[in-house]
């Protein structure tokens, strides 16, 4: 939450922030379980939902538009290019993380692998096997097509890109889509 609140305060985002828009933190602290055990370096932190607090504190949770589902990918493939090109160093000047990045730049690896979220489902609230199929198709499709036509694609050093799923039933889904956009 610190490296969010840094992001937010000293980046130029504008709060609230943009649906599709991605804020990056660390995975924790160096010897956090994500970072030590898994190998998660960073976290990118995208806006799938919006919510509308009520008087009546039943808030109103609204998941982005499918059309928005490509650019949040991109967004995250971006994200990979900018990070590998500073050698890591993202967080802002000023930051509590920056010095600690900057130290770091020599011994910097390039990211190999990205794990995408089947954006606003679950807690999103999209939560039928239609929505997951849905989503997972846009996902997929939306990573094709990056890796197909966006000329920063070649830029990207990843050797793997996972798409998350939340149950057995999702990861069926999930494989079904895949294989099915990817033959």
Known sequence: QIDLNDMARFEDYRIPISEGQVVPTHAGHPESELADEIGVRYLFHVISVTVKHTPARQDQIRPIDDSMIEEAVENCLDWVIRLDANNGVFS????????????????????????????????????????????????????????????????LNLKRIHICGYSDADVHIIKSQMDAILK
């Open 92 to 155: 802002p000047a000023g930051g509590r993380r920056r010095a600690e990045e900057e130290a770091a730049i020599s011994n910097y690896k390039p990211i190999e692998s990205i794990l995408l979220p089947m954006f606003a489902t679950g807690q999103g609230t999209r939560q039928s096997q239609d929505d997951i199929k849905r989503v997972a198709g846009r996902v997929a499709k939306s990573v094709r097509n990056y890796l197909k036509t966006n000329s920063k694609a070649k830029k």
